[in-house]
């Protein structure tokens, strides 16, 4: 079975740029979540989708972060303007059932000069 | 939310016990604990789970006291495969609402 996957592994933009992160989930899984950590700082819980159905999004920095899960399958994570502190790793999971086990993709690697 | 922190580092060799806690004073009733193990330019990868007690699986033991202000997690026997760094993960699922809070990181490296 495939697991979670990710798209860039590494992306380096400059600063105002957009970026756009995808998470293909494993097949069968609705629930999907977006998670970071920015340098020196712990992972945080950025937004969790049931299906195509944003759950929470109290964890998106600001609104220039856009998350969408069209048809429920795979989902992008947009910043729009990029700025400085975005820098980090980009982390998808996904699973079965609401607090079952997370399977974690191996994460995207923001730079943004 | 609750509020998840674990020791920053710990050392031992191979053939020890390990023992890794986490602290999450503000758990609330129907939050899981989960453990995660990650390696370098990897995504966490599962290793336990419970509610309360105790709860053992192949790799693993997880001991939760009554008060679910903390969690251990147990490794038995270590071996030099098992330097990585380990996360607690609180489970939080309030009315419908999903959140999901990381422990600060334990990193774990066992020495020959």
């Known amino acids: 079975e495939a697991g979670v996957t990710q798209f860039p592994s590494h992306s380096v933009i400059e600063k105002g740029q957009t970026v756009t992160l995808r998470c293909d989930p494993i097949?069968?899984?609705?629930?999907l979540y977006w998670y970071r950590r920015v340098m020196g700082k712990e992972i945080k819980f950025l937004l969790h989708f049931v299906k195509e159905s944003k759950q929470d999004e109290s964890g998106m920095p600001n609104n220039r972060f856009l998350a969408e899960r069209t048809g429920g399958t795979y989902s992008t994570l947009k910043v729009q303007p990029a700025e400085l502190e975005d820098s980090g790793v980009y982390f998808c999971?996904?699973?079965?059932?609401?607090?079952?086990?997370?399977?974690f993709g191996p994460g995207t690697r923001l730079t943004v000069l | 939310l609750a509020k998840t922190t674990q020791p920053i580092s710990m050392d031992s060799y191979e053939g020890q016990e390990v023992n890794i806690t986490c602290s999450h004073n503000n758990i609330a009733t129907n939050d899981y604990i989960t453990w995660y193990q990650q390696f370098p330019s990897q995504g966490p990868r599962f290793i336990i789970q419970?509610?309360?007690t105790k709860v053992t699986n192949e790799v693993a033991s997880l001991f939760i006291p009554a008060d679910r202000k903390s969690s251990t997690l147990s490794l038995p026997r270590v071996s030099l495969s098992d330097t990585a760094v380990y996360y607690c993960?609180?489970?939080?699922?309030?009315?419908?609402?999903?959140?999901?809070?990381f422990g600060t990181g334990t990193r774990l490296k066992v020495l020959a």
């Open positions: 993960l609180v489970g939080e699922a309030p009315s419908g609402t999903y959140k999901y809070i």
């Open positions: 419970g509610y309360k």
């Open positions: 999971a996904s699973s079965q059932e609401v607090l079952d086990e997370q399977f």
């Open positions: 097949s069968g899984h609705d629930n």
